[in-house]
């Protein structure tokens, strides 16, 4: 139940040519609260309710509790959330033993790619690919909940 990734900016669209599938996804969040956030995804016609904890020091690290649910749940769900939701297309490239998830932000957020790769342990290498920008990993104005505050627009 701990998640361990790194998240990138991306610099072109060239990773679509290279995606084996792409979903639409809405999200929004329940609880923002930094010790613990909840959001809902509707994930094209499924619906997914995961907790999140607290972020490790560098960021790479953290608690994450995932439940699948009905859409008409998560659509439910998506009324009660706090203010500002999150459109966006998630895109995943396989690339050698890695699957990348790249998310196409729309709406206040439009214009905003990132890149997050699943590691197993925090020292893990992977192959970069060539539209792979700058790490953010840690730096919490990517998270998407930080997104639905602060929306990339407004920097």
């Given at each position: 139940?701990?998640?361990i990734e ?12 290279q995606a ?6 809405i ?8 010790e613990r ?26 608690f994450?509790w ?7 749940e998560a659509?439910?769900l ?5 203010k500002?939701i ?5 895109y995943q490239?396989?690339l050698g033993?890695?699957v ?5 932000f ?5 214009g905003?790619?990132?890149?997050e ?11 970069k690919p060539?539209w ?6 840690g ?17």
């Open positions: 139940m701990i998640e790194r998240k990138f900016l991306v610099t072109s669209n060239v990773f679509k040519d084996f599938s792409s979903t639409s996804i999200q929004g969040f329940l609880n923002r609260d930094p956030t909840v959001r809902v995804r509707l994930e094209g016609n499924d619906g997914v309710l995961t907790v999140k904890g607290k972020s490790s020091n560098n960021g790479l690290s953290r994450e995932e439940k699948t649910i009905s859409k008409q659509e439910a998506l009324k009660l959330c706090e500002g999150i459109d966006k297309i998630r490239v396989k033993n890695h990348f998830e790249i998310d196409e729309f709406g206040d957020n439009q905003l790619i990132i890149a790769v699943e590691i197993q342990h925090e020292n893990e290498t992977f192959k060539d792979l920008g700058k790490e953010v990993t730096h919490i104005k990517y998270y998407n909940s930080q997104l639905s505050k602060q929306p990339y627009n407004t920097w």
